[in-house]
């Protein structure tokens, strides 16, 4: 049995109702009137805007400065080891990072890392007490500001990110 079809009779073709919601004469300024912001609505928003900067900054900034740390320890322990496998297979401690081809590493503030290798006659980094931090090798990161001394009482040495306690610690001169 086939389907049928069905015939739909209309008396007329259909059109599509065409009519103007505003007259042609006020089109233009009744455009003009709805369409965009107020500049009060923009001076708001940008003042919301502006506040939200404010209070995400001092969050935002101490989130990179603790990933920079975060990543100056990272390389001072993947260095440890690298300076550790190098004292097993040739008995001696490198004269410095190039010879464990480390010598071109920065640390995250784009300086390079300090490496003191005390049997070459290098000097120890000290804690406050003046005790010497490590009694094979140091390596540290001058930190943020780019300044060390050689002791962990120096102002200057607060954001240094040091290994001490021979390799027991690693992590800023401030908090050992």
């Known amino acids: 049995m086939r389907p049928r079809k069905l015939k739909i009779k209309t008396s007329r073709p259909y059109t599509a109702p065409c009519r103007l919601l505003v007259p042609l004469r006020e089109s233009r300024t009744a455009a003009l009137e709805i369409s965009g912001f107020s500049l009060v609505e923009?001076?708001?928003?940008?003042?919301?805007?502006g506040?939200?900067?404010i209070v995400a900054m001092p969050t935002w900034s101490y989130m990179v400065t603790n990933s920079k740390i975060s990543r100056a320890q990272a390389d001072i322990r993947t260095l440890e080891k690298e300076i550790t496998a190098y004292l097993i297979e040739k008995g001696t401690l490198?004269?410095?990072l190039h010879a464990i081809g480390r010598g071109d590493l920065l640390d995250p503030w784009k300086r390079p890392y300090q490496y003191v290798n005390f049997s070459l006659?290098?000097?120890?980094?000290?804690d406050d007490m003046t005790n010497d931090l490590n009694t094979d090798f140091d390596i540290y990161s001058t930190g943020q500001d780019g300044n060390s001394a050689q002791s962990l009482s120096d102002p200057s040495c607060q954001d240094d990110i040091v290994r001490a306690g021979d390799g027991g610690y690693v992590g800023l001169g401030q908090n050992f």
């Not at 923009?42 to 805007?49: G, M, S, T, Y």
């Open 42 to 49: 923009l001076i708001v928003i940008l003042a919301i805007l």
């Open 51 to 53: 506040l939200l900067m």
């Open 94 to 96: 490198p004269p410095n």
């Open 121 to 126: 006659g290098g000097t120890p980094y000290q």
